[in-house]
């Protein structure tokens, strides 16, 4: 009998430590990830901006499953979102140290999971892009570091897990833009900086036409990256909008013509590529719910349409945005841009009381706000002639441009060094729009002999535009030695932004010399 109970207890321990191995093998020791079709529906109500939608469906999600980790990242997603869109600096700093508790909360997670690097990764990308708008460079980097380090690894371990090529194109893309003066945090963390390997990879995630429903979804939001960031950093904004009418059926179907995020995709390349009415067309499509997490921004880019066209309402959309928005970029560019709807209806006193408000509004951590700061302190008035050139150029109405510049008594307006400046390189832009490239290297030259030395950005621009030309002509040589140029000059108007582009310039032109 006792030899039995021996055998009994035996068998007890036996099946215990058999139900210990289970219930602690990886399955149930660690939080899972489990994209299931409730969070699958909160992911496209997100992309949709419908953000208090989204959150109740992962409270539900995470009230069932309290073991499912999606929902964190999807929350990480919203906040995200949130400060990318409305830039409010307490929103920024809620997101920053609510992900903090996020990460932890991930890394209880199976670590042998696809998602679980994933996660962690891409959360980092979005607080790297979120410190990139607040001029957070060298904390940026070091987080585009971490991600990278955790996608790598993702990729070693799960090399057939497509989801992950998206962000490590967009870390690619982050450290190749990250300005000059602080690519020595980059190389000293050992990032790569391709953005044409960062676009090629996004593309592998973008362009997926399987049969797998969570690539399918995620698509969507690959194509909003490709398509804006190959419009914002290629030599050429035709291309990005190829992309997207490539995928414009896909498009439609989700998440939809109406989409804000897809409105303001379209609107930005419609926009580079200099098709205003387009545009305009685009912007008008949007009409927020009650629900849906404003986009004023949106409005932002809808009066600089209008401002191109020389519509009398763009000045209506400015003053909207101003209203309403609350984060700090743009502010200062949009009292610019609204002071010069006043100018070019002839009503000088309005111009000056708003010019003036960008010396004291808003940040100057983008181009536009510092451009727009500079010319509040100069303190001179625009020349009307060149700016209404400048508008319609820049919107696509080349014909109208030139009619304006090569009038008789177009001459008669140019007054100063600077105005003759402008008007020369107005004329090149002008004409390589028309694709008289011929024409437009003739005037870029003679504005980069007037104007090499000052700091207006005219003169780097030309250099930069004309290497884009002899780039485009194979004439590899010459591109190098204009983008180089562009490089040396001193010019403080749009300086990261021309900087940036000669950059990539000189690295596609290299990569293409045997």
């Not at 009994?8 to 489990?34: E, I, M, T, Y």
Request: overall charge positive; glycine content about 6%; charged content about 20%.
């Amino acid at each position: 009998m006792f030899l039995d109970n021996d055998k009994g207890n035996a068998r007890s321990v036996k099946h215990l430590f058999l139900f210990c191995a289970l219930f602690f093998s990886p399955c149930f020791l660690f939080a899972q990830f489990d994209f299931n079709a409730n969070c699958r529906n909160a992911y496209q109500g997100i992309l949709s901006l419908h953000f208090s939608e989204a959150k109740k469906l992962l409270n539900s999600e995470e009230a069932v499953h309290p073991s499912n980790l999606i929902p964190v990242y999807l929350k990480n997603y919203i906040d995200f979102l949130t400060v990318f869109i409305g830039e409010e600096p307490s929103a920024f700093d809620k997101f920053h140290k609510s992900q903090e508790t996020r990460i932890d909360l991930i890394k209880q997670g199976n670590r042998e999971s696809p998602y679980y690097r994933y996660c962690l990764g891409n959360m980092r990308i979005q607080l790297a892009i979120c410190r990139i708008k607040f001029g957070e460079y060298k904390s940026a980097a070091v987080d585009i570091s971490r991600a990278n380090e955790d996608l790598k690894e993702n990729a070693r371990l799960h090399p057939d897990f497509l989801l992950q090529n998206s962000g490590l194109g967009l870390i690619h893309i982050l450290a190749g833009i990250i300005p000059e003066n602080y690519t020595w945090v980059v190389k000293l963390l050992g990032l790569e900086g391709n953005v044409q390997k960062g676009l090629d990879e996004i593309k592998s995630i973008a362009g997926y036409t399987g049969n797998n429903e969570i690539n399918k979804l995620f698509r969507t939001e690959s194509l909003f990256y490709l398509a804006f960031l190959d419009a914002a950093l290629g030599k050429d904004a035709n291309n990005a909008l190829v992309l997207l009418q490539k995928y414009e059926d896909q498009l439609n179907t989700f998440p939809g013509p109406s989409n804000p995020l897809l409105i303001f995709v379209r609107a930005s390349i419609y926009s580079k590529a200099g098709k205003t009415d387009e545009a305009i067309l685009n912007l008008q499509k949007y009409h927020p719910s009650s629900n849906e997490f404003p986009f004023y921004y949106l409005d932002y880019i809808t009066g600089l349409n209008k401002l191109n066209r020389l519509d009398p309402d763009a000045d209506f959309y400015f003053i909207r945005f101003l209203q309403n928005f609350k984060g700090q970029n743009y502010i200062k560019s949009s009292y610019q841009k609204l002071a010069w709807t006043f100018l070019i209806k002839g009503e000088i006193h309005k111009y000056q009381e708003f010019i003036v408000k960008a010396t004291t509004h808003g940040a100057t951590f983008v181009d536009n706000d510092i451009q727009a700061r500079k010319e509040a302190k100069a303190k001179e008035l625009p020349n009307i002639l060149l700016l209404k050139a400048r508008l319609l150029s820049d919107g696509g109405y080349t014909d109208r441009a030139i009619h304006l510049l090569l009038d008789q008594s177009a001459k008669s307006n140019i007054g100063t060094p600077k105005d003759l400046l402008e008007y020369h390189y107005r004329l090149g832009r002008i004409y390589q729009q028309s694709g008289n490239n011929t024409e437009a290297l003739r005037y870029f030259k003679i504005s980069i002999q007037e104007g090499a030395s000052q700091t207006w950005y005219f003169a780097e621009n030309a250099a930069l535009q004309s290497g884009i030309i002899y780039e485009q002509n194979k004439d590899y040589s010459n591109a190098i030695k204009y983008y180089g140029l562009c490089l040396t000059m001193n010019n403080t108007e749009y300086k990261n932004s021309l900087d940036q582009k000669a950059r990539l310039g000189l690295k596609r032109v290299k990569s293409l010399i045997p």
